[in-house]
């Protein structure tokens, strides 16, 4: 008979839903996306074009509109969003940079353009403090 995996590692856990931080914004975006699936329509004449209006803004702005779940390990970070799971190690990482909505892990030492498409932005759900020293205790100094 095998013993149990016994893993002894701290890890901070949360969940990330932006439609439900800000009603008013959210329900201000919605009304923007019907406004212009109904004016591809209403030009159109086309329930396709129509119905690919709406495919295409909700893809777009799926990050907005589904949950997000975090989790920072003292292996490394597990982001799964709706449609993908990503795991990176913290060793892939060399400096952070946070912010009022969340924290960008950065593959660079120094600061660089490519930082935003090579980079991973983790957003807060109001644990900034907790997020920011997890990082800053696995990946070193802050830049």
């Given amino acids: 008979m095998s013993e149990p995996v016994i893993h002894n590692e701290t890890a901070l856990e949360w969940s990330c839903h932006p439609v439900r931080r800000r009603p008013l914004y959210s ?3 919605t009304l923007f996306v019907l406004f212009v699936i109904l004016m591809v329509y209403s030009t159109t004449k086309s329930a396709f074009l129509g119905l690919l209006a709406f495919i295409i803004m909700f893809v777009s702005l799926a ?3 589904l949950p997000t779940h975090y989790r920072l390990s003292d292996k490394g970070v597990t982001v799964k969003t709706t449609t993908q799971t990503l795991s990176k190690l913290w060793s892939d990482y060399r400096s952070f940079y946070p912010d009022k909505n969340g924290i960008l892990l950065s593959p660079f030492a120094e600061p660089s353009r490519m930082e935003n498409f090579r980079g991973l932005f983790i ?5 900034k403090v907790e997020v920011t020293e997890f990082v800053k205790s696995h990946i070193g100094v802050k830049s």
Avoid at 123 to 127: H, P, S, T, V
Wanted: glycine share 0%; aromatic share 28%.
């Fill in 27 to 29: 329900l201000a975006i």
């Fill in 123 to 127: 957003m807060f759900n109001e644990n």
């Fill in 63 to 65: 990050k907005f509109y």
